[in-house]
């Protein structure tokens, strides 16, 4: 939000100065709370142990305790804790019945009205009613969104007129690197299948 309200600042041809009292919010040493600690949660954790974040975690399954020692990860077998806790929450989880709307008004509610919502699994992870009012209503400051249902939004949606939320057009892995490694990883899963050897990326194991 800080980034790309800045940039607009920038090359506004209405800007004829910085102002200096306009501040955005500081990540190092905030606490990052990860929900789905797969292997894309894991490494969202490696990266923000580079901003000296506290990393917060919680998962169907705890990790094993040298991984979470490698990244500085806490468990938090209950959601509740983490969602109070956090400064910033990512969402990070496959969609699933369990994980429809997994966000909604009570989560919402519990989160710190400075925290920020993040998500870059799918729309339907949150109920995207309960966010409206809740960034409206000022019960969380800011969201940030690579996924949202459907996609694209209407264009009338109530999300794209707020000033707390930024929308990106799912491009979380839109680059030409990962696209081909997307595809290669497809088509090995593919041979596996065919010679009848393990599933190296299956998503439901045995």
């Known amino acids: 939000l800080y980034f790309h309200t800045g940039c607009h600042i920038a090359m506004s041809p209405d800007t004829k100065y910085f102002a200096v009292d306009w501040l955005g919010v500081e990540v190092t040493r905030a606490t990052l709370g990860i929900i789905g600690m ?3 949660g ?5 990266r923000a142990r580079a901003f000296n974040m506290r990393v917060l975690y919680h998962n169907r399954n705890r990790r094993r305790k040298e991984e979470e020692e490698a990244v500085g990860a806490h468990y938090c077998a ?16 496959n969609l699933t019945p369990e994980t429809h709307k997994l966000i ?21 992870v949150i109920d995207q009613d309960a966010l409206v009012e809740a960034l409206q209503n000022k019960v969380i400051r800011a969201a940030a969104l690579d996924v ?10 109530p999300l794209l007129n707020l000033n ?15 696209i081909h490694m997307m595809a290669e990883e497809a088509i090995a899963n593919m041979l596996a299948v065919l010679n009848d050897q393990p599933i190296p990326s299956e998503v439901f194991p045995k």
């Open 78 to 93: 209950k959601m509740e804790d983490l969602l109070q806790q956090s400064d910033f929450i990512m969402l990070v989880v």
């Open 104 to 124: 909604g008004k009570k989560e919402l509610g519990l989160m710190k009205p400075t925290a920020t919502l993040i998500n870059i699994s799918r729309g339907a």
């Open 42 to 46: 894991y490494k969202v954790a490696q």
């Open 164 to 178: 707390n939320v930024i929308i990106t057009p799912h491009i979380g892995t839109a680059t030409v690197q990962a």
């Open 148 to 157: 949202t249902y459907p996609e694209p939004l209407p264009r009338d949606h």
């Open 38 to 40: 797969g292997s894309i």
